[in-house]
């Protein structure tokens, strides 16, 4: 079945380090997917998205990628700020009853 | 707008007891879902409610029961709480009742549940 998998954390950056969040999947056909971002004492909200291969996701300085020949949609971002300081979670969507989840990586941005 | 609210935000049972984690969204949304989210394993779908009055599993239900109450509000009950059911549970809640389209979801804060 489908699945995905995030890097493993928790990641630790002082501010303005580059950001990489790695996130591959399984499934077949064309997924979408999501990248959403959960601060602490909230829920997750999504931070970006892509809906076939090619597509770029970007928000609040945030990129990711699909990349079908790899089955990847890393997160990037330039120059990391304190307050990106969160848990950040990669997401695969066939429809909405069937969303599937990564582990979540914790990130700290240290000033 | 509150979004999605979820009560309470921490809950301790023991064992064999029961409880209802209740979910409201102010958001008019159709659908609404049960996740929960333990350590190295992301989110799994309990259950959902693609709209009023319907409900359906998702990838782990067992151990659980939901009420769609009405529009607004989605419950899930533990009539017999187990440790393995020690876990943070998310409501979330969309727009669309179609299966197909992918919408963003919205999520409420979690509920921190352990039973010992």
């Known amino acids: 079945g489908d699945s995905v998998t995030q890097m493993e954390g928790p990641v630790t950056l002082s501010e303005e380090a580059c950001l990489t969040i790695?996130?591959?999947?399984?499934?077949?056909?064309?997924?979408?997917l999501f990248w959403y971002v959960q601060y602490p004492g909230e829920g997750l909200q999504l931070l970006l998205k892509?809906?076939?291969?090619?597509d770029k996701g970007s928000n609040k300085g945030f990129e990711a990628t699909y990349r079908k020949e790899t089955t990847s949609f890393h997160l990037e971002k330039g120059s990391v700020q304190v307050s990106d300081s969160a848990v950040y979670f990669c997401?695969?969507?066939?429809?909405?009853?069937?969303?599937?989840f990564g582990a979540g990586t914790r990130l700290t941005v240290k000033p | 707008n509150a979004g999605v609210t979820q009560t309470p935000k921490f809950q301790v049972l023991k064992t064999g007891q029961s409880m209802t984690l209740q979910c409201a969204q102010d958001?008019?949304?159709?659908?609404m879902y049960w996740y929960r989210q333990d350590p190295g394993m992301g989110l799994r779908l309990i259950y959902y409610?693609?709209?009023?009055?319907?409900?359906d599993k998702g990838e782990v239900p067992n151990g659980y029961n939901v009420s769609r109450l009405n529009k607004r509000e989605f419950s899930l009950r533990l009539e017999s709480a187990a440790p393995s059911q020690t876990s943070v549970y998310f409501c979330?809640?969309?727009?669309?009742?179609?299966?197909?389209?992918?919408?963003?979801?919205?999520f409420g804060p979690g509920t921190r549940l352990t039973v010992l």
């Open positions: 979330a809640s969309r727009t669309s009742g179609g299966a197909y389209y992918i919408d963003t979801q919205y």
């Open positions: 958001m008019n949304h159709n659908s």
């Open positions: 892509a809906t076939k291969a090619d």
């Open positions: 997401a695969l969507g066939r429809n909405n009853n069937d969303m599937r």
């Open positions: 409610s693609a709209s009023e009055g319907t409900t």
């Open positions: 790695n996130c591959t999947y399984t499934a077949t056909g064309y997924p979408s």
